[in-house]
């Protein structure tokens, strides 16, 4: 099928904006459509894509479909996490775009991980009994085909954030805690929604491999995790980890590790660039894989008191990029 371009980007709660609001819709298009032309990408994964409301419809992807427009995904097979039936979830949707053919999909959420539960120490009032601890985000698996037989299997994820969940009567307000003590059990509830979808993505990919040792597989997203945390070395299951060489098969390879490390981030905060968006692949693509960009030219630091919406109406993430070659 000749050249394959994969590419991941977090579009940062893409959605359309009431009259008058800054930045319009408009304006984010106007930044951000020549990111998308850039690409050049075949298989898109998109996070944080909101949905609209359709009078009498189901909520679709209609700024994302405006955003395609005029480039090479205009038109695409736009494959969506679902909140339920037809509707695209509100905020935050897992998008797979393409042209490829697809041949099947589906959204997990907690369906390989049973959902935790947990009795919080700092709620206010105390919590009776355990709660169930919701993941708020599922992981969407989608095969297309490649031609010639073979399929590829991409997983495009969104794994919680490091921001802590909020815990009933400790919040003063939206950026202000009781105490540390409720703040570090806030980040702890978060690790552990995190920590659940790493777990399904990797029993998702052994699924994958148990049914076809030799299966293609993608997983990419915005991992909200550096290549050395935990989240991603789940995911990846290195040998280094996992001590067995016989899973060595079952290794996937982050392409980022390509790119020279001063430039390899793709969110900038404090001064500081992390590498949090990350492509995962199995082995067996790795002899048809050629080249990664990272076009984080432009990125502009998302903690700044001045990096308002309104002056950066662009993505506060950048866009990864892997390119195969198949003969």
Do not use: C
């Not at 409301?53 to 097979?77: D, F, K, M, S």
């Not at 148990?210 to 997203?221: L, S, T, Y």
């Amino acid at each position: 099928m000749g050249t394959l371009r994969i590419a991941t980007f977090n579009l940062e709660n893409f959605d359309e904006t009431a009259p008058g609001e800054r930045p319009s819709l408009a304006e984010r298009i106007a930044l951000m459509r020549p990111q998308i032309v850039r690409l050049r990408a075949d298989i898109a994964f998109f996070q944080e894509v909101n949905g609209q409301e359709r009078p009498g419809r189901p909520r679709a992807l209609l700024a994302l479909e405006e955003l395609l427009a005029g480039t090479n995904l205009a038109g695409a097979t736009l494959i969506s996490s679902k909140e339920s039936g037809d509707d695209v979830y509100d905020l935050r949707n897992l998008v797979l775009a393409t042209h490829l053919p697809v041949l099947a999909y589906r959204q997990l959420h907690n369906d390989l991980v049973a959902t935790p539960t947990y009795k919080r120490l700092t709620s206010i009032p105390p919590d009776p009994a355990a709660i169930e601890i919701i993941v708020e985000r599922p992981i969407l698996h989608v095969q297309l085909d490649q031609g010639g037989g073979r399929v590829l299997h991409a997983i495009n994820v969104h794994l919680k954030s490091k921001l802590p969940t909020e815990i009933p009567g400790q919040k003063i307000d939206d950026f202000t805690w009781r105490s540390a003590d409720a703040w570090a059990e806030g980040s702890f509830i978060s690790s552990m929604k995190r920590m659940g979808q790493a777990v399904e993505v990797r029993r998702l990919v052994d699924q994958i491999l148990d049914a076809d040792p030799d299966a293609r597989i993608v997983v990419a997203g915005d991992f909200n995790a550096t290549p050395d945390e935990v989240p991603v070395l789940v995911i990846r299951g290195n040998v280094e980890d996992t001590g067995n060489g016989e899973l060595s098969g079952r290794v996937l390879v982050p392409i980022e590790q390509t790119i020279p490390a001063p430039a390899r981030y793709t969110l900038f905060h404090q001064g500081q660039g992390s590498m949090l968006d990350h492509m995962l692949v199995t082995r067996n693509l790795l002899a048809h894989y050629r080249s990664s960009e990272i076009h984080n030219e432009l990125l502009h630091d998302e903690s700044a008191a001045f990096a308002i919406d309104r002056k950066y109406p662009e993505s506060d993430h950048a866009p990864v990029v892997a390119t195969f070659q198949f003969d």
